[in-house]
């Protein structure tokens, strides 16, 4: 799939593509987007925070917002935030892990 074309790949890609501030590590590979569709122009997203007291959080979805505003063809974004179920660190992708240094042997 082509890069700028609405398709979940797009989608999909461009969240990769948004990192987390704190961590530098982005919203896909640290776990915190549960669910994408796309449809006729439309886009919506499922995502969560690390915590809900999150310090970049507004930074975080309002960010998240943006990015997919910028994908052509995208007529409607929606990001819906949910804390159920509850972020944990099994949700960190294995990339994730080792950029935080994380041994998963142990």
């Known amino acids: 799939m082509t890069d700028g074309v609405l398709n979940h790949e797009t989608v999909w890609r461009k969240l990769a593509s948004i990192p987390d501030p704190k961590f530098n590590i982005n ?3 640290l776990g915190l987007i549960y669910h994408v569709e796309c449809s006729d122009g439309n886009v919506k997203v499922v995502m969560t925070l ?5 310090p970049s959080g507004s930074w975080i979805h309002e960010g998240t917002d943006a990015a997919l505003r910028q994908i052509p063809g995208v007529n409607e ?14 949700m960190l992708s294995a990339q994730a892990r080792l950029q ?3 041994n998963d042997d142990l």
Do not use: A
């Not at 690390?50 to 999150?54: A, G, I, V, Y």
């Not at 974004?77 to 099994?90: A, C, I, K, M, S």
């Open 27 to 29: 919203i896909v590979d």
């Open 50 to 54: 690390t915590t809900p007291m999150c």
């Open 77 to 90: 974004v929606r990001v819906d935030l949910v804390f159920e179920p509850p972020w944990n660190t099994g």
């Open 100 to 102: 935080l240094g994380w």
